[in-house]
């Protein structure tokens, strides 16, 4: 719930403006002020009667001055408030102004703080990155054991283009001896044939001349008969 006050917050500094000017204090009771210039007019219609009142108007002056002393005493109380207050505030707007500055300074290290903190982002990768690359070559062989290999590995392929080579010279011979080899056997296989012909021709002439004795043979013997 809200609270509720008798009076607003422009009420209330009306209100203390008002008791500081007349030294009231409290709502209840004549101010100070007005108990002033009572016995100041007091004092005063005393002095203007034409009557011989010498004592009462000394009665009424020390009064008078008594409560200007009664008056005086807050509004020095109050002067030194104001002064303190004074002081105070000027020491808050220094304050202030140190705080405002202590945060732009505040702010500026932030800005540097993550400028910093960027580059340390960006130089930890790169150390990160050296270091695995680090490992990589540490994981490597050494550089003798790599030459060695190379000379090795250049040394087996010399051996295998020479093997090629003997192995095509080798493949070409073996061509020309294999295209020799089916000349050879076409030659052989014709002058087969070519024989084979020549007995068959030679069987057939027997056979021919067997016949033809046979018939012969015949011939006579029927003659004979007769």
Do not use: W
Not at 44 to 73: G, P, V, W
């Amino acid at each position: 719930m809200s609270a509720h006050y008798a009076f607003g917050p422009q009420e209330d500094d009306a209100i203390i403006k008002h008791r500081l000017l007349t030294r009231t204090t409290t709502t209840r009771g004549e101010p100070p002020l007005k108990k002033l210039q009572k016995k100041f007019m007091s004092f005063a219609t005393e002095i203007e009667k034409d009557t011989d009142n010498i004592s009462d108007c000394e009665r009424l002056y020390k009064a008078f001055l008594q409560e200007i002393n009664t008056f005086e005493l807050p509004l020095l109380k109050s002067k030194a408030v104001v002064d303190a207050n004074i002081r105070e505030k000027d020491s808050f707007n220094e304050l202030q102004v140190e705080i405002e500055r202590q945060i732009l300074q505040a702010q500026t290290d932030i800005e540097d703080l993550k400028k910093q903190l960027e580059q340390s982002k960006i130089e930890r990768q790169h150390k990160e990155e050296c270091e695995t690359i680090r490992k990589l070559i540490y994981l490597q062989p050494p550089r003798s054991e790599t030459e060695k290999l190379i000379s090795d590995l250049e040394k087996e392929i010399t051996d295998l283009e020479a093997e090629n080579v003997a192995c095509v010279r080798t493949l070409e011979l073996r061509k020309k001896q294999f295209a020799l080899l089916l000349h050879v056997v076409e030659e052989l296989q014709i002058s087969i044939e070519d024989e084979q012909k020549s007995i068959a021709d030679e069987l057939r002439a027997i056979a021919e001349e067997k016949m033809r004795i046979e018939e012969s043979g015949s011939a006579s013997d029927a003659m004979a008969v007769d």
